[in-house]
C-alpha cells in the first residue's frame, strides 16, 4: 500500500480566484481543510483544477505556465494549456483554451457556449494526470460542469483512479449537453437502471459511473432519493444508494471571521457583541433606512432563483407589513426576481432596500449587522450562508429542508439550545407564521441573545466534515 496517495478534485469555481455561490466556498475550502487536516495516517497530496476564465483573480506574478497539450475534439485537436499557482500551500491547476477565455465570468448566458467549455474542460481535466506526468489515486469532481472528467478519465486509462461525484445541486445535470458527446468521443452511458434521457447527460452519467457519489448533507442525500426532489432520478438513486452517502460542508473559518473581518465597519465576537450594532447602524446609514438599534433588520445574502424561494420573502414581507422590521435585500439572478425586489423597495421606502448584485463586501457587512436572515428554500442541498449567519450573530430563519435541517437547531424544538428557527411549508404564509413568531422572540431579549450565542458557538469549521472526506478517500484507495 503507497505511504502517500493524491487526489484531483476538480470544480468550475473556487473562492477567492472566482466564486458565484457556495460551490465556489467549497472549492476554495475544503481542498485546503483536507490537506492541512493532521490525520496521523497518510499523507494526501490533494490539489484543485478550476477553468481560468479571464475573470479570475489571481496573486501577481505567481502564475508558472505547465503545459500545452491538445483535446481531440471531432476530427480537430483543440489547444489547451495548463497553468499553476498555490494558494496556502494548496497547489491549483489552471486550464486555458480559446472556449475558456472567451468567459470573463463563470456560468455563461449562451448555454451552448458553456455546454461546450466545460465538455472541453472535464475532458482537458481527465487527460491532465497524464499531462503532468502525475499518478492520481482518486478524481473527485463536482456538479455537472465537472462531472464528465468521470467518464472520460475512465474511457481512456488503463488503469483508472478512484472516482468520487459530489451532488451540489441536482437539477443542474447539465441538460445543455445534448447531442454533444459525440463531438467529445463521449459515448452515452448503458447502465440500464438510469432513464433514457440520463444516459446521455453529465450529472447521471457520473453518477452512474463514479465509484460514490456524495450530496452535500446528509439530509439531501436521504431527499435526492424521494419523487418531491429526485427530479425524476429518484429511483436510481434508490437503486445506488449503497455508494451514496451525504457530508455535511463546513465555512472557512478564517474567511468568515467577525472578529477579524477587513470587510466590518465593527468587529466582533461573543465577548464583545455589543460592538456588533455599529454594523446595524452602519447599514441603516448607507442604505437610508429608519435608524433605530431597537428595529430587527431582516436580510437576505442570496442567488435570486426560484430554490431560494426568494418570491416568499417578497410576499410574507408584504403580509406582515403591519409588524416593526426592516429590511435589507441583496441578490441577483432571475430577472423576474430582481424585478419584483425593487417593485417591493419601491412600495416600502425607508423599510426595504435592494441591491441587486453579487457584493462580497456587503455580504460580510449584511451576516454582521441583520439580525435576521432569512432562508424559505424549496430546496437546499446545503447552504452555507446560515452557517455564515449564525458565525456572525446574524439569527437564520430556514425551511425546514436538505442542509439547512441539518445545519440549524430550531427554537420550536428546543428554545435553550437553539440556534435559529425553522418552518416546514414552502409558502409565504408559512413564513409568514415563523417570522411573527421570530420577531416576538426578538422582543425577549434574553431569548433573542441565547439563540444568538448559541449559533456564534457552533462548530461550522470543516474540521469534522474533512476528516469524512478523508476517510472515504482512504477506504477508495485501499481498494484501488
Ligand atoms: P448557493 O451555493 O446555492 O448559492 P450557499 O448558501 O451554499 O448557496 O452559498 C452562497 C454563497 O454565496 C455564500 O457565501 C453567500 O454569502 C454568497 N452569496 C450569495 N449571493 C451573494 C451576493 N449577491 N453577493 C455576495 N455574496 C453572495
Ligand atoms: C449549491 C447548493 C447549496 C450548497 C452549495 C455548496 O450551490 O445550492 O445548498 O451549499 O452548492 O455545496
Known sequence: MPEAYSVLFTASEADPFIKVGGLGDVAGSLPKAILNLETGTRAIDIRLVIPYYTGIKLPENRVQHLADFSVPYKREM????????????????????????????VYDLDLEHSARKYLLFSKATAMLPEVLDWKVDILHANDWHTALSIPFIQAFSRKPPKTVLSIHNLPFMGSETRGMLQDFHLHPSTDTRLPDWGRELPLPMASSAADQVLTVSPTYAREIMTP???????PFFLSIQDKVAGILNGIDLKVWNPAADDLLPSVFDLQNRQQRIKN????????????????????????FDRQKGIDLVFESLKQLSWKPWQAILLGSGDPALETSSQALARAMPGRVHVENRYDCALSHQLYAGGDILLMPSRYEPCGLAQMIGMRYGCIPLARATGGL????????????????????DATSEALSLALKDALDIYGQKDAWLRIQENGMKADFSWDKSALQYVNLYERLVKSL
Open 280 to 303: 446595524k447602524q452602519y447599514l441603516q446609514e448607507k442604505f437610508n433606512l429608519d435608524r433605530n438599534d431597537d428595529l430587527p433588520l431582516l436580510v437576505v445574502v442570496s442567488r
Open 78 to 105: 483543440l489547444p489547451v494549456q495548463v497553468f499553476s499557482t498555490v494558494l496556502d500551500g494548496l497547489t491549483v491547476y489552471l486550464v486555458s483554451s480559446e472556449w475558456i477565455k472567451a468567459s470573463a465570468k
Open 228 to 234: 418531491q426532489f429526485g427530479c425524476d432520478l429518484d
Open 405 to 424: 435541517k441539518d445545519s440549524i437547531l430550531s427554537y420550536e424544538v428546543d428554545p435553550l439550545a437553539a440556534t435559529g428557527f425553522l418552518f416546514n
